[in-house]
């Protein structure tokens, strides 16, 4: 696959138009905040940075459009 139309790689596995684009794609990213008590006042939240993110990635590959058939060996 040429390197222009790589939109995003999984190990060695790169995606693309041309081979194993995928179907469906999300992320979601967590934020840790931690609630600090103040005197004579409310309490307030304090940002403790990021928290755990994932990303799913879901579709098809076919056998004949992967370089590498090993890679599609199912667990």
Same mark, same amino acid.
């Given at each position: 696959?040429? @390197?222009?139309?790589?939109?995003?790689?999984? $190990? /060695? !596995?790169? !995606? $693309?138009?041309? #081979?194993? &684009?995928?179907? *469906?794609? /999300?992320? /979601? &990213? $967590?934020?840790?905040? #931690? %609630?600090?008590?103040?005197?004579?006042? %409310? @309490? =307030?939240?304090?940002?403790?940075? @990021?928290? =755990?993110? %994932?990303?799913?990635?879901?579709?098809?590959?076919?056998? *004949?459009?992967?370089? #590498? @058939?090993? !890679?599609? *060996? /199912? =667990?």
């Amino acid at each position: 696959m040429q @390197p222009g139309l790589v939109m995003m790689a999984l $190990g /060695s !596995f790169r !995606f $693309g138009m041309t #081979n194993g &684009a995928y179907q *469906k794609f /999300s992320r /979601s &990213a $967590g934020y840790r905040w #931690n %609630e600090v008590d103040r005197i004579g006042r %409310e @309490p =307030a939240l304090q940002y403790l940075g @990021p928290g =755990a993110q %994932e990303i799913a990635i879901e579709g098809v590959i076919y056998r *004949k459009r992967c370089p #590498n @058939p090993t !890679f599609l *060996k /199912s =667990a």
